[in-house]
């Protein structure tokens, strides 16, 4: 992780917020779905974190409170350009959703029932789905490494898909394994 600037630049904090507002406006259903535009803005666009550093803070979003984009927005913000920059960045991750619901709540009770507005809604949840399918692909490729890496992603998906175990509970003991796993690897070499 590299240090954040002590005075961040005017420059570096409207990046920040252009870029997060892109992501914002940019990308329907959520921080699964936003993965592969955070990836591609934040990774390899502007190099502002890794690939590992997006994977830590999507696993980090997931166990602590608030949505998974406004999180990595703060983060990243708080790493390149300091408090300011978490402040800005997030600004700009969350005033695209602002403006889209009022302008939205404004005109779509009016529209919502008829065929069209309805199947476009329905073809934007396929797209989403098959976005989300992607991102997964491509995790799993980039954190499953090894047999403990297997196994956890195996366990991990059927508690979350066939249990009733909070998924916080299934993060932090796949955390838990992987420190224990990591230990007694060190103590055996």
Known sequence: MKEHRAKPSGKILSELYVSFFKIGALTFGGGLAMLPMLKRELVESKKWVTE??????????????????VNTATFVGFQEAGILGGVIATLGMVSPSLIIICLIASILKNFISLPYVQHALAGIRIMVCAMMLQTVVTMTQKGVKDKLGIFLFLAGFLLASFTPVPLALVVAASALAGIIAKRWEEKRT
């Open 52 to 69: 590992e550093e997006i994977l830590d803070m999507y696993a980090i979003g997931q166990c602590t409170p608030g949505i998974i984009a």
